[in-house]
Nanobody
Framework: QVQLVESGGGLVQAGGSLRLSCAAS????????IGWFRQAPGKEREFVAT????????RHADSVKGRFTISRDNAKNTVYLQMNSLKPEDTAVYYC?????????????????WGQGTQVTVSS
């Protein structure tokens, strides 16, 4: 049983920073890919970033490149999303997700395990 628990969300002014954490438990994640997604009210869930647990390769959505960085701490079984230069349009519920696929994927339906989400609100 895979469990993912997000934390670190909150309210921040535009231009500010937040770091989200995704603590994973229940499995050995060496062959997993972990992704961050977000969903704003009335919109579809969208890809933000993804990382391979085994080799650390990453991919970021164009909308967050240069501002957000995904990383992992193998010893802590935790994946992070460092968010800088936040904009009001980044406001959403942020979810981490895990998949056994061996290649990075940006498609939400490829991920079989999801956390409960953490709210990020950016005020203008």
């Amino acid at each position: 049983q895979v469990q993912l628990v997000e934390s670190g969300g909150g309210l921040v002014q535009a231009g500010g920073s937040l770091r989200l954490s995704c603590a994973a438990s229940g499995r050995t994640f060496s062959r997993f890919v972990i992704g961050w997604f977000r969903q704003a009210p009335g919109k579809e869930r969208e890809f933000v970033a993804t990382i391979s647990w085994s080799d650390g390769s990453t991919r970021h959505a164009d909308s967050v490149k240069g501002r957000f960085t995904i990383s992992r701490d193998n010893a802590k079984n935790t994946v992070y999303l460092q968010m800088n230069s936040l904009k009001p349009e980044d406001t959403a519920v942020y979810y981490c997700a895990a998949t056994r696929r061996v290649v990075l994927t940006t498609t939400p339906s490829d991920y079989g395990y999801w956390g409960q989400g953490t709210q990020v609100t950016v005020s203008s």
